[in-house]
């Protein structure tokens, strides 16, 4: 079939080409394309229903409907689809007729729609897929609700681990967690989990590709990316590239809250990746490194430090005098940054810069209330001084000369100086690997509060900031809310409690 389409697609492009130019010819090209991934996709389909039917997973009778389905659907002309008959839309629609204030647009003929919902159920609370997401081939369709899924006692665990194995790579995430979310309330999930997982070791010889169905199972447990070393990589890639996705996107209904942004989701990627990489397996961590880019950068939205209505320009120095003062109005908890962290005093940077300073200019250069009065061109000097150099930048907004020389000329960080240039400290690929690597390798650091009782995240709060009487609280029930959006399913979760 995909032989005689692609011959046809070149006789045809090659006749047009003649009578009516490239666009006709890319016109045929694109159809014999479509024609061709159609065939494709039928014979993956049909191959599908074989095995399903082998692995007794279906029976003759279905089979044969699945079949003529498959068949049916191949040589039936396609017809343009309205976009309002589209599944997700008209998903979205269905939602929309239920939710108060919502509205429903069909702005063309064509059926082109625009829908906004109104007010309904948070996004905190709505973390399970809709059974129509998992929806893809006939074949998928008749397997998802085979009583292997949606049996509430799930007594067939070995029945379902064959059906795992024929299931793709794209669903393979989502039927897992909905065979676990169709438990019945009588049933321990987490007994019925290590069953799996016990079947799963019995056979994992007998199966095609199991490693893709075993990093399924540890992050339907865990929520997070588990530790895959021992994984076959390639096997794995395209269900650990999902399973990021997932992530991303039910932590984003928390960080969106100060950053409704893709930007954010790029960073939470990020920060999920480079977390992993680095071998953070505990998803209390996780949401605990998540809380701190959250706290310390609003997510990324802000990577340099800054405060509201405070500028500096060649004549004004209000945010010059933000960055020397100690404790202004604007955030009574700051130090002066003039000396702190291994900065070096602005009066001494002055002299050596060859600026004739009296001593007692000298000594107001090197005191912690802005001298305001000095001259603008002292002023313009003094911001190559440390205080107005070394300020707080990236995720985890780091500030001082110490913690900027800190994380220079690293290989893993690319071999940079970040003495000789603050400023990449903002750059969004250094800021993640700072602020994870800030969090684990720190003295203390994440690892030092954990107990029996769970994680203290709020005493963890020392790593970053000593504010940790006033800011403690407020930064670990960040981290309780983004591990409550990340956890697939509470009854799995094995993880201790943060406190």
């Not at 006709?24 to 993956?44: C, F, M």
Request: glycine share 6%; with cysteine; hydrophobic share 40%.
């Amino acid at each position: 079939g995909n032989q005689a389409n692609a011959l046809a697609a070149l006789q045809a492009a090659s006749g047009l080409a003649t009578g009516f130019g490239t666009q006709a010819a890319g016109l045929a090209t694109a159809e014999a394309t479509a024609r061709a991934q159609a065939t494709t996709d039928a014979d993956r389909n049909l191959a599908s229903v074989r095995r399903a039917l082998d692995a007794g997973l279906i029976d003759k009778e279905e089979a044969t409907r699945l079949t003529s389905q498959i068949l049916q659907n191949l040589h039936t002309p396609q017809t343009s689809q309205r976009r309002d008959q589209d599944k997700p839309i008209a998903n979205a629609m269905q939602v929309a007729a239920q939710l108060p204030g919502s509205v429903i647009e069909r702005r063309s003929s064509d059926g082109d729609v625009r829908v906004a919902l109104g007010s309904g159920p948070s996004a905190a609370t709505v973390t399970d897929a809709a059974d129509g997401q998992l929806a893809g081939s006939p074949v998928d369709e008749a397997l998802l609700r085979s009583k292997l899924v949606t049996d509430p006692l799930f007594t067939d665990v070995t029945g379902f681990l064959k059906l795992l194995e024929l299931i793709e790579d794209e669903k393979l995430l989502d039927l897992v967690e909905k065979r676990f979310r169709n438990l019945g309330p009588e049933v321990d999930a987490k007994a019925r989990f290590t069953e799996l997982e016990t079947s799963f070791e019995t056979h994992k010889a007998g199966l095609d590709r199991p490693d893709r169905i075993r990093f399924a199972l540890l992050f339907q447990k865990q929520s997070i990316l588990p530790d895959s070393t021992g994984l076959d990589q390639q096997q794995i890639k395209r269900v650990r590239n999902f399973a990021v996705a997932k992530m991303v996107e039910r932590a984003f209904t928390v960080a969106s809250k100060v950053f409704n942004n893709d930007k954010a989701k790029n960073i939470l990627e990020s920060i999920f990746l480079t977390a992993n990489d680095r071998e953070v397996f505990d998803i209390n961590y996780v949401s605990y490194i998540l809380a701190t880019a959250y706290h310390e950068s609003s997510m990324g939205k802000i990577m340099t430090e800054s405060v509201h209505s405070l500028v500096s320009t060649d004549t004004v120095f209000t945010l010059d005098e933000y960055f020397f003062n100690r404790h202004p109005p604007q955030n009574p908890h700051k130090a002066s940054y003039n000396g702190i962290n291994g900065n070096k005093l602005a009066g001494n940077q002055l002299r050596q810069m060859g600026v004739a300073l009296s001593d007692a200019d000298m000594t107001l250069w090197n005191g912690r209330v802005y001298p305001g009065a000095q001259p603008s061109s002292v002023k313009l000097l003094a911001r190559k001084c440390d205080f107005y150099r070394f300020i707080g930048r990236g995720l985890a907004q780091i500030t001082g000369r110490d913690n900027y020389a800190r994380y220079s000329n690293l290989a893993k960080l690319g071999g940079e100086d970040f003495v000789a240039n603050p400023e990449r400290v903002a750059d969004a690929g250094v800021a993640v690997a700072i602020l994870v690597d800030w969090l684990i390798s720190s003295e203390p650091n994440m690892g030092d509060f954990d107990t029996a009782a769970g994680f203290r995240a709020h005493d963890a709060r020392i790593i970053v900031n000593p504010d940790v009487d006033t800011m403690g609280g407020l930064v670990s029930d960040i981290a309780i809310d983004f591990k409550r959006s990340l956890v697939i399913n509470k009854n799995l979760d094995q993880s201790s409690a943060i406190i």
